[in-house]
């Protein structure tokens, strides 16, 4: 069966990630966020926790790169797929030198352009997708919104 790790800060970018479930109903979902009481919101499927980090300290975005590149390391998922931010670009990046499928989906709070962490993934994941269809393009994919 295949194994797919999804990623995301705790907040808005969970959310969005939850509402995805259903999508994955025939694969080992497993979990991963900035916060333990995360947990309790997927009982059904592994959760793992990170710690948090944001482009503002750079120490905190290396070891959350190093963080989840040893989970990615340990759990060998078969691909990543993340709603933002930090903790799920540093996923997107382990995961591609590590030979893992990626996905970025791009939060539904950026409507004029792409975030600055899905400017980056773009240039890491294999699938990038916007939830506004005037922000698609060739590198940038539409196919609806998530909320």
């Known amino acids: 069966m295949m194994k797919v790790l999804a990623i995301a800060s705790i907040g808005g970018h969970w959310i969005q990630l939850l509402r995805l479930k259903p ?30 980090s ?9 070891k959350s790169f190093w963080n989840i590149s040893k989970l990615l390391v340990k759990t060998r998922p078969d691909a990543i797929i993340t709603t933002g931010a930090a903790p799920g670009l540093m996923g997107i990046i382990a ?5 893992i499928k990626t996905i970025w989906i791009d939060s539904i709070a950026n409507i004029d352009e792409l975030s600055m962490s899905g400017k ?9 997708y916007t939830q506004w269809p005037h922000l698609a393009n060739t590198k940038v994919l539409y196919s609806g919104s998530v909320l």
């Not at 995360?38 to 499927?45: K, R, T, W």
């Not at 944001?54 to 290396?62: A, E, G, Q, T, Y």
């Open 54 to 62: 944001n482009r503002s300290n750079k120490i905190d975005v290396l």
């Open 95 to 99: 995961g591609k030198m590590l030979g």
């Open 120 to 128: 980056i993934a773009m240039k890491f994941a294999d699938r990038v």
């Open 23 to 52: 999508a994955f109903n025939n694969v080992n979902l497993e979990f991963v966020s900035t916060n333990e009481c995360c947990a309790a919101m997927v009982p059904e499927h592994t959760f793992y926790a990170v710690p948090d």
